[in-house]
């Protein structure tokens, strides 16, 4: 059947929706279950009206696995990702590279269901990396995602396609913004908004916003602009993580 895509759903419709998930959820989980929520915009309030539906549900048992339902109901979509209290508060616990966009849900659930108080344990997880633990993402992302991006631009200026330098102008501009992100050990409100946000925090290394304004914009047709503003925000990393003290490059084999 041919349903043409999300429709409207108002907000109170898609609230309802949560609810009969979460009443299906105790009937599969029982007395598994530690805690329904709902994360994204729906647990923002800033759900729009084609806003697809994203729900947690925390069970009891300690597994290290983890998994989850997605489908289409023809006028919405759901996903419910369902994991163990055990393994949910070490992956809160965690940082990585784009811990500035992936742990904001940590911090804003919608509780449907949570009589022992299981979110408020993971805001308090969410909160404990230390300064060490950020400073070990930003070397990642310094050393394996950036580093790698600036090699193959410079394969391309000389060998092409071309067509792919879009690409890596995007993936700078992503991996820049996490950067950013991380240093200031702020998170990003939605995927849709890590540019804008991440224009507006503080010690931003020379040539970030030159490419994350050429992304934003859309400008990224001229092949020539695009490796010029790359190599210039390379330059700007370089002397950025001088700055900090974040190492990029080491005189040993690190085993």
């Known amino acids: 059947m041919h349903m043409n895509g999300p429709v409207k759903i108002s907000r109170d419709e898609r609230l309802q929706i949560c609810h009969e998930i979460a009443s299906r959820l105790h009937e599969v989980y029982g007395d598994e279950i530690v805690a329904i929520g709902v994360y994204g915009s729906v647990s923002r309030g800033t759900d729009g009206p084609f806003s697809d539906i994203e729900m947690l549900c925390v069970l009891s048992v300690s ?4 998994f989850s339902y997605e489908w289409l109901a023809g006028p919405w979509k ?4 369902v994991c163990s209290a055990e393994v949910l508060l070490k992956t809160a616990s965690t940082v990585e590279g784009t811990w500035p966009l992936t742990h904001g849900p940590f911090f804003s659930q919608l509780s449907l269901y949570d009589p022992e108080g299981f979110f408020p344990k993971l805001i308090e997880a969410a909160e404990s990396p230390t300064k060490g633990d950020f400073r070990r993402a930003i070397h990642e992302v310094l050393v394996g995602e950036i580093y790698e991006f600036v090699g ?15 690409y890596l102008a995007v993936q700078f501009a992503q991996y820049g913004a996490m950067l950013v992100g991380l240093h200031n050990q702020k998170l990003f409100s939605t995927g849709a908004m890590v540019l804008p946000e991440a224009l507006e925090m503080p010690n931003r290394p020379d040539g970030f916003d030159n ?7 859309g400008e990224l047709g001229e092949p020539s602009k695009i490796v010029s503003a790359c190599e210039n925000f390379w330059n700007g990393l370089e002397n950025w993580a001088n700055e900090h003290d974040y190492v990029i490059y080491s005189k040993r084999i690190p085993f």
Do not use: C, D, I, Q
């Open 78 to 81: 759901a996903e419910v990702n």
């Open 63 to 66: 597994e290290s696995s983890e």
């Open 152 to 166: 193959k631009l410079r394969n391309v200026s000389l060998n092409g396609p071309r067509t792919y330098l879009p």
């Open 211 to 217: 490419v994350a304004r050429m992304v934003m914009s």
